[in-house]
């Protein structure tokens, strides 16, 4: 059964860093592209970003553009958003997700954790 | 950037048919992903490449894509099928719609 557990959610202040961490397990962890799709409190989802399977190629939202960084540690099967410069408007519940494509950039996500907090605030 | 359109809210009887729609820019010539999201929860993948569904997703629920516009079919609706239904697509980047809250009455 496939697992993603998130963590690093956090208080933090306009201007601040956070890093975001994904565990995965129950399945091969590099043969997909993993993303993170993030929604603000009573808001819809917002697809924030995605790393393909070989980790080769990074795609962004232009909301988060050159401030978040998505990258993938295969010998410990885990997904990370590094970000930086946070805004206020970046306060919303992160969520990690699997593609549902194996060995190849679908996109598509059939597989989601529970969610991390992350709250921007002075 | 693109633009994924969703009525905010649609009503149905059980046992009745709900069309939920996502407007987009020639979406047809794009692959449409469904997702159901309850209260609380994580998203589930409904509807895959226009048409699929994931296995354990009812028969129920189909789907469609052509011109501007997808569409995600219920029918027979139940109670259990309350809930935000958002679309998705792959342009540049992935785009998630803005959502529908669907009610049944």
């Known amino acids: 059964e496939v697992y993603l557990l998130e963590s690093g959610g956090d208080l933090v202040h306009p201007g601040g860093s956070l890093r975001l961490s994904c565990a995965a397990s129950g399945f091969t962890f590099n043969n997909y592209g993993m993303g993170w799709v993030r929604q603000a409190p009573g808001k819809g989802l917002q697809w924030v970003s995605y790393?393909?399977?070989?980790?080769?190629?990074?795609y962004y939202a232009d909301s988060v553009k050159g401030r978040f960084t998505i990258s993938r540690d295969t010998s410990k099967n885990t997904l990370f958003l590094q970000m930086n410069s946070l805004r206020v408007d970046d306060t919303a519940t992160y969520y990690c997700a699997k593609d549902r494509l194996a060995a190849r950039q679908g996109g598509l996500f059939d597989d989601w954790g529970q969610g991390t907090l992350v709250t921007v605030s002075s | 950037s693109y633009v994924l359109t969703q009525p905010p809210s649609v009503s149905v009887a059980p046992g009745k048919t709900a069309s939920l729609t996502c407007g987009g820019d020639?979406?047809?010539?794009?692959?449409v992903h469904w997702y159901q999201q309850k209260p609380g929860q994580a998203p589930v993948l409904v509807i895959y490449?226009?048409?699929d569904r994931p296995s354990g997703i009812p028969e129920r629920f189909s789907g469609s894509n052509s011109g501007n516009t997808a569409t995600l079919t219920i029918s027979r609706v139940e109670a259990g099928d309350e809930a935000d239904y958002y679309c998705?697509?792959?342009?540049?980047?992935?785009?998630f719609g803005t959502g529908t809250q669907v009610t049944v009455l």
């Open positions: 490449y226009n048409t």
């Open positions: 790393i393909t399977y070989s980790g080769d190629r990074t």
């Open positions: 998705q697509v792959w342009d540049t980047s992935g785009v």
């Open positions: 020639n979406i047809g010539d794009k692959s």
